[in-house]
């Protein structure tokens, strides 16, 4: 073992920065230590769709937009979205800078019935796609 190779007095090379990552390690969750980029919390409505445009109408489910990154968000709604699949969220609140985009279900877990915690991945960064539109081709 690591300590019975230390005498009285000895101190291992970089044990403070071990003990230091031990300690962050401890303070993190596994989602946080997951988490690409920083998530900001956030309680804007969002509207979700099928991402197949020809079932787009079909149906559309309200949802409240609880937290938001560059890589992602967090969305509660009443009812349970299939994992994997890519849906059409849309939100009309300033504040996000979003609009409308594509997005894949990668998470979906049960609060309490009739509440569900849904996470989603974006194919490219909303936000940035919208200050930065594409240029017309010459």
Request: charged share 25%.
């Amino acid at each position: 073992m690591l300590g019975e190779h230390l005498v009285a007095g000895e101190q291992l090379l970089g044990a403070d920065n071990d003990l230091r990552a031990l300690e962050e390690l401890c303070r993190t969750t596994s989602h946080e230590s997951q988490r690409v980029a920083e998530r900001r919390r956030l309680d804007t409505p969002v509207q979700i769709q099928p991402g197949n445009s020809r079932e787009r109408g079909a149906w559309k489910l309200a949802g409240k937009l609880r937290d938001l990154s560059d890589t992602g968000c967090g969305i509660m709604t009443n009812k349970p979205l299939m994992v994997g699949d890519v849906y059409w969220l849309s939100t009309t609140d300033p504040a996000t800078q979003l609009g409308s985009f594509f997005a894949r279900c990668v998470r979906c877990r049960m609060i309490r019935e009739g509440s569900f915690e849904q996470g989603f991945t974006f194919f490219s960064n909303p936000r940035q796609d919208r200050s930065n539109p594409p240029q017309p081709m010459l």
